[in-house]
């Protein structure tokens, strides 16, 4: 089962950017579609976008599409999440995950707060 670990959380202000990683442990040199999920406190997760396992194509929530941007180096093993212009809506745990190995990581904090 593939793992995926994410990092690069953390707090920045209203209009700033950060950059998340998801490091993904392959098996058998298979590569994977990703996506991102995030959660707020007492809201559902949901559905931030994706990537295709080659990174020909991605898809994004309308709620973040133009801000945010995902991309991947299957030679470093890892997908990224660029997210810029970011609001105190975006406040929430993100996570990545391999929808066809079921794997979820375990998630890092975004805090956008003044």
């Known amino acids: 089962q593939v793992q995926l670990v994410e990092s690069g959380g953390g707090l920045v202000q209203p209009g700033g950017s950060l950059r998340l990683s998801c490091a993904v442990s392959?098996?058998?040199?298979?590569?994977?579609?990703i996506s991102w999920y995030r959660q707020a406190p007492g809201k559902e997760r949901e559905w931030v976008g994706g990537?295709?396992?080659?990174?020909?194509?991605?898809n994004y929530a309308d709620s973040v599409k133009g801000r945010f941007t995902i991309s991947r180096d299957n030679g470093k093993n890892t997908v990224y999440l660029q997210m810029n212009s970011l609001k105190p809506e975006d406040t929430a745990v993100y996570y990545c995950?391999?929808?066809?190995?079921?794997?979820w990581g375990q998630g890092t904090q975004v805090t956008v707060s003044s």
């Open positions: 392959q098996f058998r040199y298979r590569t994977y579609a």
């Open positions: 990537i295709s396992s080659t990174g020909s194509s991605t």
């Open positions: 995950h391999a929808p066809t190995s079921g794997s």
